[in-house]
């Protein structure tokens, strides 16, 4: 609590800090142990967590990082943050983002901008970039996040810390505020696979207030990480590992692509073949995402009313009309806007078949091709950025150079499947370097597959 306090003034990972109630109840565990035993509290006793401000957290404030919930208190947990909760974790706030999960920086935050703790100058990543900067300045133990395309495993690669995106439906999203349905997760970041591998057995499974969540059976992840003997033996004997070609190309720094190298040639060492492998409709899926995510978002986010019952945020206004055109031109930001207007032009009656219908033909073509690729190898690889961490203000103008960073992540989103990011390399920057993510794709559900490569790079 005292390296949070002393680091937020420069980092501003947090929206809200909760570090009074997070101290009273760690009092409180301490009180329950001297007089019931350890075995009287949860495995994750005392364990801090950020939460990104777009999960809901009962008796705290929620904003998702939009002026347009200023002041919101849910009256519930979000499945994710309960279940931490019940496991003993405490909530030390709440972590910033771009506006409901639009962004890649956090600078399209409603309320501050994060800075990225290897360099103050630069951005975290985003959206997550508050949960990411808050385990890599060691604020907190862990955090959790959402990735729709890419939101936890690009910050968490601009960062320097493990992020883990699950297969869609492994954690429940019941609390999560909808950005894209179909394509949002809750994920989870580390400073260790260990810790992450830890938190991800507490999150995942089934939940009724979410149909989409799957009740595939969850591991103890991480029982599963075998400490692996490097040296005596080739622990990854037989393992088939595929760079995905289409991610080392133009556009990549040359530095993530040595970094990327390094680490394959690394895994071979020990033991795996690796090859590349072309996936052809790799590039279709940022456009494809981009009309997907944006059309899903136009009709989630029209619930942002105004109307005072449902969030708790009214403007004077002397009709409906005036009423929602008031609450949302006030407290939507521009990004959001944007997105907003775009999505609705691709759902319209007229064009439907040429943008959402093809998008939705693209989904199809690249989950097949993932499909088909993991049929022949058992990890693909690739990097989680097609850069290192870049400086604040650098695209803040030009969201289409923004939305082109999200090549990496955006198709494991459109297949529904699980990727993990660990730092695997350095390029220059800052005073002291800057972190380059390696990441791993696996089939869906192969969550302990993928953190037991990933602790392979601890
Ligand atoms: N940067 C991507 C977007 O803006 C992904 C965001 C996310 O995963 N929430 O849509």
Not at 373 to 395: F, N, Q
Request: hydrophobic letters at 35%.
């Amino acid at each position: 609590l005292s390296r949070l306090r002393r680091t937020e003034p420069s980092v501003r990972s947090f929206i809200h800090v909760a570090d009074a109630a997070a101290e009273r109840e760690a009092e409180e565990l301490d009180r329950r142990i001297a007089t019931e035993g350890q075995d009287a509290v949860g495995p994750l006793a005392g364990v801090l967590v950020g939460v990104k401000d777009n999960l809901c957290t009962a008796n705290m404030p929620s904003t998702g990082g939009s002026r347009i919930l200023d002041g919101y208190r849910p009256a519930y947990d979000a499945t994710a943050v309960r279940r931490l909760r019940e496991a003993g974790a405490i909530v030390v706030g709440k972590t910033n983002l771009d506006e409901f999960g639009m962004g890649s920086t956090t600078e399209g935050s409603g309320f501050q901008v994060t800075t990225n703790p290897w360099d103050d100058s630069r951005v975290p990543g985003g959206s997550s970039g508050g949960s990411a900067s808050a385990v890599s300045a060691r604020q907190c133990v862990v955090s959790l996040g959402s990735d729709t395309g890419g939101s936890v495993r690009q910050p968490a690669s601009f960062c320097g810390v493990v992020g883990l995106k699950p297969t869609y439906g492994r954690v429940s999203r019941f609390g999560l505020m909808a950005y894209a349905s179909s394509l949002d997760v809750v994920g989870c970041f580390g400073s260790s696979v260990v810790d992450t591998a830890t938190i991800l057995s507490v999150i995942a499974g089934h939940d009724k207030m979410d149909s989409t969540s799957s009740s595939h059976d969850v591991s103890d992840y991480k029982s599963e990480l075998v400490p692996l003997d490097l040296l005596e033996s080739k622990p990854l004997n037989g393992m088939r590992i595929g760079i995905i070609q289409e991610t080392l190309g133009e556009g990549v720094e040359t530095g993530v692509i040595s970094s990327i190298k390094d680490a394959a040639s690394h895994l071979e060492q020990l033991g795996s073949v690796v090859e590349e492998v072309s996936l052809p409709s790799f590039s279709l899926g940022l456009p494809a995402y981009y009309i997907l995510a944006l059309s899903e978002a136009s009709s989630n986010l029209s619930r942002y009313d105004g109307i005072v019952y449902r969030y708790g945020r009214q403007v004077s206004a002397s009709d409906l009309n005036e009423l929602y055109g008031g609450s949302r031109a006030n407290g939507l930001g521009h990004e959001v806007k944007m997105r907003i207007l775009m999505g609705t032009y691709a759902l319209s009656a007229g064009y439907y078949d040429a943008y959402y219908k093809r998008a939705q033909q693209v989904r199809t073509l690249v989950k097949e091709s993932f499909k088909e690729a993991l049929e022949r190898y058992d990890i693909l690889v690739s990097p989680a950025a097609p850069s290192a961490a870049y400086k604040i203000g650098e695209k803040i103008n030009d969201p289409l150079a923004m939305y082109a960073g999200d090549i990496m992540t955006v198709n494991v989103n459109l297949a529904g499947l699980p990727a993990l990011v660990v730092p695997c390399g350095f390029v220059e920057g800052g005073s002291t370097g800057l972190p380059v993510g390696l990441q791993m794709i696996g089939s869906p559900f192969s969550e302990g597959n993928l953190l037991r490569l990933g602790h392979i790079f601890e």
